[in-house]
């Protein structure tokens, strides 16, 4: 993540080095922590699903490394839907998967 601040009167605005765009308008630094904090929540909730279609795929069990076909093509699937959205569907994708996965590992 390449990000930079600008700030100017007390409000800050977030430039992606990536998309070489501003990502966010003028905030005030409560907004940009929100903005922030809700960022890393998604996160959080992709490396979970991550690990959910991954598991126990790829890791050392009883000494051996585990590869699990079933499980590989799973998480490719996963990341190949999660990367043709558009920014405004991404969210609301992850969100949804994480409570279909969530209700489904406490059932």
Not at 52 to 78: C, L
């Amino acid at each position: 993540m390449g990000w930079r601040l600008k700030e100017k009167n007390s409000k800050y605005r977030i430039w992606s080095t990536i998309s070489d765009t501003y990502i966010t308008d003028w905030l005030t630094r409560n907004e940009i922590l929100i903005q922030l904090a809700e960022y890393k929540i998604i996160k959080a909730k992709e490396e979970a699903i991550d690990e959910y279609y991954r598991f126990p795929n790829m890791w050392s069990v009883n000494g051996k490394r585990n590869r699990d076909p079933i499980r590989e093509q799973a998480y490719f699937d996963w990341q190949t839907k999660l990367r043709a959205l558009s920014d405004n569907k991404y969210n609301t994708f992850v969100n949804k998967e994480y409570r279909r996965i969530m209700k489904e590992l406490k059932s």
